[in-house]
């Protein structure tokens, strides 16, 4: 992929070509973006500008190409072909997303990908760009990103014990699936943890193999 500097393009060039018809959709761009909100990610999909801004800081990217009139931004979207580097170009700041919305960008979809239930390493690079943050525009690590069903859920222990009653779970009972579920939840729980899958995710992986224990009354 001639062009190409930064990894995270490699991933989504990957979505695009196995799936990118299935599973992608239109890049919507809200009204107003406001000017506290940082860019999603720091690189560019054109390499000659990669060559002026790649490594600068946000605020000085920004700031970089905050002065160019929007028919002068139009017409480096023009230059752009593929897909995948239109998606890079619109995402690099705040002034390329903004007219994003007078091309056909496409943009990898979570729905799509969570209904097709395909394991795909571009999706989950773009959701961990995109994360929720608290207040001060800071990345809320009271949230973490799940593998399987491609969301941010939370790690509050006491939102998993409530799920798990709605698949028959209570982790204070002792039999095998519920140990195992309070254990997923404590682990996921955990801010420095490096889990992958929800404990939803998980219960309904386990239940759809193994079922309930037939020999739990409270189980079945």
Known sequence: MPGVIDPALYDFW????RHGKRLWGPL???ESIPSSSPPIWGFVANRKMGQVLEG???EARDAAIQGLPNEVLRMIFELVDRPVDKLGLAMTCRQFFRVASDFNVSIPSAAKHRDDGVNCPGMLRLL?????VDVRKRVNRAWALCCDCYSHRPRKKAYWLTRGK???LNVESFCNVRKQYGEIVK???VRSSISY???ECWCKEYLD???HPKDCEKCS
Request: net charge positive; with cysteine; hydrophobic share 10%.
């Open 209 to 211: 193999k193994n079922g």
């Open 187 to 189: 682990d996921w729980c």
């Open 197 to 199: 899958q929800c404990p």
């Open 128 to 132: 961990h760009r995109v994360r929720p």
């Open 56 to 58: 600068k800081p946000a």
């Open 14 to 17: 990957r979505c695009q070509s």
């Open 166 to 168: 709605q698949y028959k």
């Open 28 to 30: 919507k761009t809200p």
